[in-house]
């Protein structure tokens, strides 16, 4: 009873000492969108790519294999860089980078110019999570990460929301030149906003001393410096890695082959896919938020760190589960519910992930922990991709992959408990394996 009355008003005070924390929240959850709206083209765009550009489903599975690839290598790049330049340019910078990427799709021709353009993609745009991931922990207490996080992440589903009601219509008004075109300059008018507005706590203006304390209100953190081949001998990087290995892979696939999976199996054309494609990341959003607030509503009413992180992560995990029906389903809208629900889930587990990167490790290492972890979700990614295009190919069959998304999530979730059962920080300087 004491810590709840306690948790309630440490809530009054976080309400009383101001909100400008929200505005850099919101601003992260514009570039996210962003991210996904470039992201997302070419998945919309391929039933119809397929037939002009002529390329098959192993073919298409290298293109996202090459994005995979990039995003893989940047993850590996730019935590450590975030980590030394800061967040405001080095966000700043890669989205200039993608933005660009996601523009020269238009000069491509053949599979071969695909693959070079997403794998320039990949590159930029794995700084998004990083950076974004870095900036919450700077700018919000532990008890408010979760959420923060949820929110933000919410951005991947209100991209994808966006883009298929705005792509089929530049591919079909304008071509599938301009889609690209108009998608990828879109990240300009958010990069005026991000250096008028972004600056560490220590640094803002705009930050009241009252709303700064509290920020700073957890315990203090020794400044520390990890070298970043040093990462890999604690098993909490291990903990938050293989959960995203396991995991990321299952999103990209929904990303990239949902739009052919309605396509080949209810016979989706370009022109009705929207509706479908945005009532599933309506429902995604929902799962991205809710479950970055369940683990932090059971924080306040008492539950540890460690029971509200992974009894949060449980319950998406578990909701997941019925995605291995969505291929055997003969009615489109029941799929599109099964899929709906296994995004949100994804997306609730998801948003827990990032925050226990931040549980575990102090503020100055999480941008390379986060990169790290990125990276190996990225090498899932490219192991997913071109399996699907060879199972595809081989046997026109979505049944398999949707048996493996359905296990994944329980699976991340038993390793992540069996390497950091108390999800404890890491002990830095203290020895390997901490």
Same mark, same amino acid.
């Given at each position: 009873?004491?810590e709840?009355?306690?948790?309630? !008003? ?8 101001? &909100?400008f924390r ?8 514009f ?10 083209v070419?998945g919309? /765009?391929?039933?119809?790519l397929? *037939? ?16 995979s690839a990039?995003?893989?290598l940047? =993850?590996? @790049? ?13 966000? #700043?910078?890669?989205l200039?980078?993608?933005? @660009?990427?996601?523009?020269? &799709? +238009?000069? +491509? ?6 693959g070079a353009?997403?794998f320039?993609?990949?590159? #930029?745009?794995?700084?998004?999570f990083?950076a ?7 700018w ?5 990460? !979760?959420?923060?996080? #949820?929110i933000?992440?919410a951005g991947?589903?209100?991209?994808a929301?966006i883009?298929p ?8 008004t304008?071509s ?8 990828g ?10 250096f008028?507005l ?5 640094a803002s203006?705009?930050?009241?001393k ?20 040093? @990462? ?5 990087t291990?903990?938050?890695?293989l ?9 990209w696939f929904?990303?990239?082959?949902v739009?052919?999976f309605?396509?080949?199996?209810f016979?989706?054309? =370009?022109?009705?896919m ?6 599933i990341? @309506?429902i995604?959003d929902?799962g991205?938020?809710g ?7 059971l924080?306040?009413?008492?539950f540890?760190i460690?029971? $509200?992180?992974?009894?949060? %992560? ?12 969505? $291929?055997?389903v003969?009615? %489109? ?5 099964l899929?709906?629900l296994?995004?949100?889930? &994804?997306?609730?587990?998801? +948003?827990?992930?990032?925050?226990i990167a931040?549980?575990?490790?102090p503020?100055r $290492? ?5 990169g ?12 997913i991709a071109t399996a699907?295009?060879?199972? =595809?190919?081989l046997t026109?069959?979505? &049944?398999?992959?949707?048996v493996? +998304?359905?296990?994944?999530?329980l699976?991340a /979730?038993?390793v ?5 059962p108390?999800?404890?920080?890491? *002990?830095?300087?203290? #020895?390997a394996?901490?």
């Open positions: 009873m004491a709840t009355t306690a948790g309630a !008003a440490t809530s009054a005070l976080g309400a009383r000492v101001g &909100h929200w505005m850099v929240c919101a601003l992260l959850f570039g996210t969108t962003i991210n996904y709206i470039d992201r997302q070419l919309l /765009l391929a039933p119809d397929r *037939r002009i550009i002529g390329w098959n489903d192993v073919e298409y599975g290298y293109m996202v294999t090459a994005f990039a995003y893989a940047g =993850l590996l @790049l730019t935590g450590r860089v975030l980590d030394t330049v800061g967040t405001k340019l080095g966000y #700043g910078l890669a200039v980078f993608w933005s @660009l990427a996601a523009m020269a &799709h +238009a000069l +491509a021709k053949t599979p071969l110019h695909f353009a997403r320039a993609l990949g590159l #930029g745009e794995a700084a998004n990083p974004a991931i870095k900036s919450v922990a700077e919000f207490p532990r008890k408010e990460r !979760a959420l923060a996080t #949820g933000f992440n991947t589903n209100v991209g929301i883009a009601l705005v792509v089929p219509w530049l591919a079909l304008y599938w030149q301009w889609a690209f075109i108009l998608t300059a879109f990240g300009f008018s958010w990069l005026i906003l991000w008028w972004y600056d560490p706590p220590e203006k705009r930050l009241s009252a709303e700064f304390d509290y920020i700073r209100s957890d315990p203090v953190e020794a400044p520390v410096q990890i070298p970043w081949l040093s @990462l890999a001998r604690y098993r909490q291990w903990a938050f890695a959960g995203k290995f396991m995991t990321d892979p299952i999103w929904y990303l990239y082959w739009p052919s309605l396509n080949q199996k016979g989706v054309t =370009l022109q009705k929207g509706p479908p494609i945005v009532a990341y @309506l995604a929902v991205s938020i479950g970055g607030w369940l683990s932090s509503a924080i306040k009413r008492g540890s460690n029971r $509200a992180r992974k009894t949060a %992560m449980l319950c998406m995990a578990v909701c997941v589960v019925p995605i291995v029906l969505a $291929a055997t003969e009615n %489109m809208w029941t799929a599109v519910l899929l709906g296994a995004c949100a889930a &994804h997306q609730g587990f998801s +948003a827990n992930m990032f925050t931040s549980d575990m490790f503020r $290492a999480i941008g390379s922990v986060v790290f972890g990125g990276m190996m979700g990225a090498v899932g990614g490219m192991m699907a295009g060879w199972i =595809l190919q026109g069959s979505y &049944h398999s992959l949707f493996l +998304a359905g296990c994944a999530y699976l /979730l038993l992540i408990h069996l390497i950091v108390r999800l404890e920080p890491a *002990r830095i300087g203290e #020895g394996g901490a």
